[in-house]
């Protein structure tokens, strides 16, 4: 029996906290559930990864439609990243909304309405065309066929977890990138060789060997690339699937985003989430709304706690240990909480 790694990581922190962490079944196995039990005779539960035992439905399937939740946190004064969507409706993707938005920005990024692990994302994009392109690809990567096109956000990607209704751990993500005169498989190749990756079945280190067939050659094909060319003279093409560094920011966070992501969730019904930010780092030393420039893109439901466990740079945060207690209601930790109010 394999568990993959954030499985693993769950396992450490169970033993440390003197809980038994279990497969459901001999007989079939699977990563995606696991049983916690005390070892003192309290009353076990079933996870799924990183999502408890406490999270509804509803609430996963709000959050995972980035349109509607962030309708919903706008309507609460959260600063959401603008954006309009495209559906199966549109014959052409560049509609006047489309047109508008681009105009305004100058740039957009295109992601499936519904995804994960940016499958289907894809920008910077500044002309209409390009963003018709991306947006076939997102649809085809979507649940319902729709594709979102939002602002670009220049800066740095941010990601607050959320334990029971309260921030635990902060890192700066920063993507690889591709440019210059080398292929973008060959780039690919030489980041791959980076001793901190691995493979997430194989070790526990924060960084992914990236499979470049799976998500980036598609979204190289959006940018008119192929993985044997190089980037064109001056572009740079971010990969928005993979790390290449993990930074721990959890002290230098302004309380105020911590406040900002803990609400998000609370809004959204998530008791245990991960909530991306972006905006310039420096804005995130600052209270949210000082500068405007930094905003809310999305909220997690599985979120990747180990981000958090095993950054490349900065101090590993117990967010598994905190995962843990909060699943089983241990002494300390946050009640159950998951609730879609109105």
Known sequence: MSWGRTNRLIIAAAERLGVDASPLTEAVHTDFLMRLTPRDGGPGVVISKTRSPFLTQVAQTLSNNKLVSRARLAAHGVPVVEGVI???????????????????????????????????????????????????????????????????????????????????????IQRPILRGAESCAAQIAALNRDPRRARAHEELLGLDVMPAGDIIAPMLEVHGLALAAAPPAGASIELYSEEREIIDRTDELDPGWGALAERACSLLGVDVGGVDLRGPL?????????????????????????????????????????????????????????????
């Open 282 to 342: 420096a804005a995130f030393t600052r209270p949210p709304g000082s500068s405007g420039e930094a905003v809310l893109l999305e909220v997690n439901v599985l979120p990747a706690l180990h981000l958090h466990a095993l950054p490349t740079q900065g101090k590993p945060r117990p967010v598994f240990e905190a995962f843990v207690a909060y699943c089983l209601s241990l002494p300390g930790a946050p009640p159950p909480r998951a609730v879609v109010g109105v």
């Open 86 to 172: 495209v559906d199966d409706d549109d014959d052409d993707p560049r509609t006047p909304p489309v047109a508008a938005l681009l105009e305004r920005c100058g740039a957009v990024i295109v992601k499936p309405n519904w995804g994960n692990r940016a499958r289907g994302l894809s920008g910077p994009h500044r002309s209409l065309d390009a963003v018709a392109r991306a947006c076939r690809w997102a649809q085809a990567c979507d649940r319902d066929s729709e594709a979102l096109v939002e602002r670009f956000v220049p800066g740095t990607n941010l990601r607050v977890s959320v334990i029971g209704g309260r921030a635990v751990a902060a890192a700066e």
